[in-house]
Structures are given as C-alpha cells and as structure tokens.
C-alpha cells in the first residue's frame, strides 16, 4: 500500500491549494470504509489533524473550518483537501493518513510542504 501526496506549493495569503493524496494497493471496500486524514506538521511541533473523513463524515480542526474543505474519490483511491484563504499560520508540511477499520493497518504518505506567504 502506498500513499503519494502532491499539491504543495508557495502561495500568497488569501490563495488556494488544493493537495492530493492518490493511494495504491488499497482495495474499495477498504478505502470506503476508512478514515482518511491530513495532518500537518511544523519544526519543533507534533503533527496535529487537520481533517479527515470516514464514509461522508468529515471533521475539521477550528483553524481550518469554512475555509478547507476534505473529499474523498472512490474510484480514484484519492483524498483532496482544498485549502482556500490561506494564512501564513497554515504554512507546514502536509501529511495524508489513512486508518484502516477495527484498529488495522495505520499508514502515512510522504510530507508535502505548503508554504503561506504574507
């Protein structure tokens, strides 16, 4: 199984982003049923949730919420997090997670970095 994020960059505040999470070797049944998430992390600071989704169910730190937006594509085996409004504060490297049903497999894809300047 294999997690690849894209979609970082170097923006201005008030821009957008949108991250991609594409997931390999995940079966449908799986990918529906799990909680797919992104976190973000800073020099010096744990990795926090950022949001996540499980089925249609979605939950979002205070931080973020009214301006990013999770989803998810089945058929695709793909999380997107768009990021809209952009703050220097949400400058960091973006994670994807995916935790399998019933406690099982808890993986991770590489960081993507998105940088917010002011």
């Known amino acids: 199984v294999q997690l690849q994020a894209s979609g970082g960059g170097l923006v201005q505040a008030g821009g957008s982003l949108t991250l991609s999470c594409k997931t390999s070797g995940i079966i449908l049944s799986v990918f529906t049923t799990s909680e797919m998430g992104w976190y973000r992390q800073t020099p010096g600071n744990r990795r926090e949730l950022v949001a996540s989704?499980?089925?249609?169910?979605?939950n979002y730190i205070d931080s973020v919420k009214d301006r990013f937006v999770i989803s998810k594509d089945n058929v695709k085996r793909t999380v997107y997090l768009q990021m809209n409004s952009l703050e220097p504060e949400d400058t960091a490297v973006y994670y994807c997670?995916?935790?399998?049903?019933?406690?099982?497999?808890?993986?991770w894809g590489q960081g993507t970095q998105v940088t917010v300047s002011s």
């Open positions: 997670n995916v935790k399998y049903p019933n406690g099982g497999r808890d993986l």
């Open positions: 989704i499980t089925g249609r169910n979605t």
